[in-house]
């Protein structure tokens, strides 16, 4: 992928969180073997990839549990 197409679809997303998530002091994207990492932190914000348009559903055995 292209670094124009990269910013792209940075924009994309970033147009597509709600408001109060555009401006975070830290993101962190856990796959499936980052569960434990998820469940430590106390103030999170999670965001299904489904409610993300153009984002698969997630496969993940661990996010279907949830």
């Known amino acids: 992928?292209?670094?124009?197409?990269?910013?792209?679809n940075i924009v994309k997303l970033a147009e597509?969180?709600?408001a109060?998530?555009?401006?975070?002091?830290v993101g962190i994207v856990c796959g499936s073997g980052l569960g434990t990492?998820?469940?430590?932190?106390?103030?999170?914000v999670i965001v299904p990839y489904s409610?993300?348009?153009?984002?698969?559903?997630?496969t993940g055995a661990?996010?279907?549990?949830s």
């Open 51 to 58: 409610t993300l348009e153009g984002f698969g559903e997630s």
């Open 1 to 8: 992928m292209s670094s124009a197409a990269f910013a792209k």
């Open 37 to 44: 990492l998820a469940e430590s932190i106390t103030e999170r």
């Open 20 to 25: 109060h998530l555009r401006n975070p002091q």
């Open 62 to 65: 661990c996010l279907a549990a």
């Open 16 to 18: 597509l969180l709600p």
